[in-house]
């Protein structure tokens, strides 16, 4: 059973940054691709950024393209997202979760979710 636990969210004003943690255990984290989501007030889960076991490679959702950067540290077993040049639209719950794949982010286990609020 893997176990994914999320830090780093907080409260910042519009334009600041924050930077999420999603530690590993319980399996072999660097084989799992992974994944950022993030659900809003009265809003789906969407998806993020993945990133790939492999090669690294990463896949974003538009609207966070350019701001949002997505890392991993197999050695740590624990995945990363630099948020930069934060809206008030950002506004969410951040979820990570292990993936099959990067390019289909559907996950199969979740964190429990930091809370990221973006004032304006």
């Known amino acids: 059973q893997v176990q994914l636990v999320e830090s780093g969210g907080g409260l910042v004003q519009a334009g600041g940054s924050l930077r999420l943690s999603c530690a590993a255990s319980?399996?072999?984290?660097?084989?799992?691709?992974m994944g950022w989501f993030r659900q809003a007030p009265g809003k789906e889960r969407e998806f993020v950024a993945t990133?790939?076991?492999?090669?690294?490679?990463?896949r974003y959702a538009d609207s966070v393209k350019g701001r949002f950067t997505i890392s991993r540290d197999n050695a740590k077993n624990t995945v990363y997202l630099q948020m930069n040049s934060l809206k008030p639209e950002d506004t969410a719950v951040y979820y990570c979760?292990?993936?099959?794949?990067?390019?289909?982010?559907?996950?199969?286990?979740w964190g429990q979710g930091t809370q990221v609020t973006v004032s304006s």
């Open positions: 319980g399996g072999i984290f660097s084989t799992y691709a």
């Open positions: 990133i790939a076991w492999s090669d690294g490679s990463t």
């Open positions: 979760a292990t993936l099959d794949s990067y390019r289909i982010p559907r996950g199969r286990y």
